[in-house]
């Protein structure tokens, strides 16, 4: 039973569960915020929540669709340096370590 306290996961949901019921309770309390309110900010809340997941599930297909049919962005990459090797365009000498005999004098 210990071991379920220790887990980092279940300690930060413990702690915004508190924290969640702490700034409640305040706000009833001390603020005389109308339970109303915050009844309709707890199910606002919720449905927010509920439709993020929604929005990420339908995302989610959205990506791996594009990930099968083009096969992914470092493939995309190496298509496009494959085709600029193929465009070999001369360089210039590299003269950063050539010392002149004009710099000597």
């Known amino acids: 039973m210990f071991k379920f306290f220790t887990d980092p996961l279940i300690r930060r949901f413990l702690s915004g569960t508190l924290f969640?019921?702490?700034f409640i309770w305040l706000a009833i309390y001390f603020f005389d915020v109308e339970t109303e309110v915050l009844r309709v900010?707890?199910?606002m809340?919720?449905?927010?929540?509920l439709?993020?997941?929604?929005?990420?599930?339908i995302f989610s297909f959205v990506v791996r669709f594009f990930r099968r049919s083009n096969g992914g962005l470092l493939e995309k990459i190496d298509l496009i340096e494959s085709e600029v090797s193929a465009d070999e365009v001369p360089k210039e000498?590299?003269?950063r370590?050539?010392?002149?005999?004009s710099?000597?004098?």
């Open 20 to 22: 969640a019921v702490a």
């Open 97 to 101: 370590g050539v010392v002149s005999k």
């Open 93 to 95: 000498p590299d003269t």
């Open 51 to 57: 439709l993020l997941i929604g929005v990420a599930f």
């Open 41 to 43: 900010l707890a199910i």
């Open 45 to 49: 809340s919720g449905l927010l929540v």
């Open 103 to 105: 710099d000597d004098a």
